[in-house]
């Protein structure tokens, strides 16, 4: 049999059982990467840092590095396969997490954090993957469920660790938790090398076709401008909600925190159904949903109107993803999927990095409701910006990915 026949086989055969088993080893593989970061104050003090006063740092090193890197990962699973980079991935973080496991020495720590941000990157590994089998409204799906499974994770990973500091202190958690992604690495093994889409299952973007909904750099200012105004208030949320409840409980606390997520993990597919057809419209709708729920954060002193706030913040957080998800299959259409989900995941990261350090430096000032604030302001104007009419974009050339 031919190499040409295996790859159209392995096309062919890539459906929702093997999108399913990438979103669920993202998930899987995600548990350390996202659960354990909020417990950083509980590990700096084992490792000399007596006050955690590198916790702020440290949060953000992984997503530093992992900015820097994603393009060029995504370049080379381009080059070199998309499989066989998304293995890098999952083994990468395994390797990173047990040397943060081990690691003894605050020195040590930051350095395996800082391959952690290196050697990762499974949610543009994933996507790259996804990216090479799928196009159209089965891969906007398809980046709707990987987007699910991270929110799942953010949720569900953090009260498992929690659970498990009983027997085991976070740090070495790490080490534990390492066992995840490799256990990802093999089950992603069985799954075939992604070959293109076959004709008929996906409309490719050629000099005849229609042009994308956005350009590519309207693309990757949407994601900078979506991360950074719902990045923006987390930091200091519990510190919003003891300052306008007092007495709040930490469980009370923790499900205001994770309202936005649960709301995406109710209603993504719908939403994907509704809007798969008018991105754009979602897209602004999305923003001005964010806007409001950040502005309510600032108006409301009672249980209920938070609760209402976090659940307008919900409807953004889920249109805006879903939106931007549908967005990114457009674009993808005729280029090489590594490439350009590496650069959106460096955009997506880059959104995280200044809305971390703006989050800082505003409710140092002026306090907690700062962040809120700031990015409520960033996607109202978002929401001004993405009504303007698009100029007409290109049509895409067809573009071969590098052999």
């Not at 040409?4 to 096309?11: N, V």
């Not at 936005?260 to 001005?288: N, Q, T």
Request: positive net charge; hydrophobic residues 50%; proline residues 7%.
């Amino acid at each position: 049999m031919s190499a040409q026949t295996l790859r159209a086989s392995a096309g062919s055969s890539f459906g929702r059982a093997q999108v399913h088993a990438v979103a669920g080893c993202y998930f899987v593989a995600s548990f350390a990467a996202l659960g354990l970061p909020p417990y950083l104050t509980e590990i700096l003090p084992e490792l000399g840092d007596r006050h955690a006063r590198w916790a702020g740092v440290l949060y953000v090193v992984p997503t530093v590095f992992g900015a820097l890197g994603a393009p060029l990962w995504g370049r080379l699973a381009d080059r070199y396969g998309r499989k066989r980079l998304l293995l890098r991935a999952q083994l990468g973080l395994a390797v990173s997490f047990l040397l943060a496991g081990w690691a003894d020495s605050l020195t040590a720590f930051t350095l395996a954090l800082i391959l952690q941000g290196i050697l990762g990157g499974t949610f543009a590994a994933s996507n790259g993957y996804l990216g090479a089998a799928l196009a159209g409204p089965a891969l906007s799906r398809a980046l709707t469920l990987m987007q699910g499974s991270a929110r799942a994770a953010l949720v569900v990973a953090p009260i498992v660790v929690g659970s498990l500091s009983g027997w085991l202190s976070p740090h070495r958690q790490y080490a534990l938790l390492a066992v995840l992604p490799l256990t990802a690495a093999l089950l992603l093994a069985a799954l075939p090398e992604p070959a293109a889409p076959a004709p008929g299952r996906t409309a490719p973007a050629t000099e005849d076709g229609p042009p994308p909904a956005v350009s590519l750099r309207t693309l990757y200012a949407l994601e900078f401008a979506f991360v950074f105004s719902t990045v923006i208030s987390f930091p200091y949320l519990i510190s919003l909600v003891e300052d306008r409840l007092p007495g709040t409980s930490p469980t009370l606390s923790g499900v205001l925190f994770a309202l936005p997520h649960l709301c995406y993990l109710v209603s993504a597919l719908a939403v994907h159904s509704a809007f798969r057809e008018r991105p754009r419209a979602g897209i602004a709708l999305g923003f001005a949903c964010i806007a409001l729920g950040l502005a309510g954060h600032a108006l409301t002193h009672s249980l209920y109107g938070l609760v209402a706030a976090r659940l307008v913040l919900g409807a953004g957080l889920t249109l805006g993803l879903v939106c931007l998800s549908v967005l990114a299959a457009d674009c993808a259409g005729g280029r090489p999927p590594g490439g350009m989900f590496g650069s959106l995941e460096f955009f997506s990261k880059a959104g995280a990095v200044v809305a971390g350090l703006a989050a800082a430096a505003g409710s140092a000032r002026f306090g907690p409701l700062a962040p809120v604030l700031t990015g409520g302001a960033v996607a109202a104007v978002t929401v001004v910006v993405s009504l303007l009419p698009a100029p007409h974009a290109r049509p895409l050339r067809s573009r071969r990915c590098p052999r």
